[in-house]
């Protein structure tokens, strides 16, 4: 497939009657959707960070498809795959059970909070806004799943076999992967960033690259990501391959006694300079430092985001 890689907004037809939505360039809150559809019924992968973004995606979904959607998959906890849920009228809405219950406590409010506080709030505050100014937190529509489950669940669209499967705590507490086989194609949320950093919100670490492992294993043709392009097995190999490696470099710092932000800032990301978003490695070498047993490393949105912020700044000058 020649252009798989294209990298366009809107919809990809992936075809057997699976669909991507893509939001370029992938970086903050601009994730993917995704659509499985057989037999006139279909299953969402994921709403938007927003009102405005999740209607955009909607429409652009029926005029690609008739097929209705009847079931909405959450793939996470963060707002950017969710909180568009209630334009999806009438669809049973599922997601893990630990997913589910962090989202209870990670509303737009939050945002919207953060986002009215950001003027008072010096670089962290200018960092916020380039990551969320965009997104209208007081239009998102919200809703929780009201179907939660563990480890894994079937659901039919049509007559295809559509397979969720928990592969959290990972990126956040509660990630879950959707496994189409009788399509080989697999929606990934945000256990793949393609061309842009992850962010280890939760980790261990361990359990992400095992994750990466699993997709690889699935041998699918066609992985959508949570941000950035459709990819193929080289691209999940390239995730795995920047996890162990700033878990290696990270423990080296961390066995030199070095705090968490200076081991972020040392870190060289030149075998990923193509991707967006470097300056999630604050938080990703907080995470590793937390889990290497540093009871003291921050934890608190306010302390992260100001440290990205800062790196941020310092990729810039
Ligand atoms: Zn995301």
């Not at 991507?20 to 057989?38: F, H, I, R």
């Not at 043709?221 to 920047?242: A, F, L, M, Q, W």
Request: charged share 25%; with cysteine; hydrophobic share 40%.
């Amino acid at each position: 497939m020649p252009d798989l890689h294209r990298y366009e907004p809107g919809v990809r037809d992936l075809g057997r009657g699976c669909f991507a939505y893509l939001q370029p360039d992938g970086g903050w809150g601009l994730s993917n959707s995704g659509l499985v559809t057989d037999h006139g019924e279909a299953l969402l992968v994921d709403t938007m960070f927003d009102g405005p973004h999740t209607r955009a995606m909607l429409d652009a979904f029926r005029r690609a498809t008739p097929a209705k959607i009847g079931t909405l998959v959450n793939t996470h906890q963060n707002g950017d795959h969710w909180f568009g849920n209630a334009l999806v009228e009438n669809a049973e809405i599922i997601a893990t059970e630990r997913a589910a219950s962090a989202m209870a406590h990670e509303t737009p409010a939050m945002l919207e909070g953060f986002m009215k506080a950001a003027p008072g709030l010096g670089l962290t505050g200018e960092y916020l806004v380039h990551c969320f100014g965009r997104f209208d937190f007081a239009d998102a529509p919200h809703k929780l799943p009201g179907t939660t489950f563990s480890g894994r669940l079937t659901k039919r669209v049509g007559n295809k076999a559509v397979e969720l499967i928990e592969v959290g705590p990972a990126h956040t507490g509660g990630d879950a992967i959707v496994w189409v086989e009788s399509d080989r194609t697999v929606f990934t949320g945000d256990i793949l960033f393609i061309d842009g950093h992850p962010i280890v919100w939760a980790g261990p670490v361990g359990n992400w690259i095992a994750a990466c492992e699993m997709i690889e294993a699935l041998d699918a043709e066609s992985i959508v990501p949570g941000h950035g392009p459709v990819t193929d097995g080289r691209g999940v190999e390239r995730v795995r391959e920047y996890l162990s490696y700033v878990r290696d470099e990270a423990r080296k710092r961390f066995d030199a006694g070095l705090g968490a932000f200076e081991a972020a800032r040392s870190i060289a990301l030149d075998d990923f300079a193509g991707w967006g978003d470097a300056e999630r490695i604050a938080v990703n070498v907080a995470t590793l430092y937390r889990e290497f047993g540093d009871e003291h490393v921050p934890g608190d949105a306010a302390t992260l985001f100001g440290w990205m912020a800062q790196l941020w700044k310092d990729r810039r000058a």
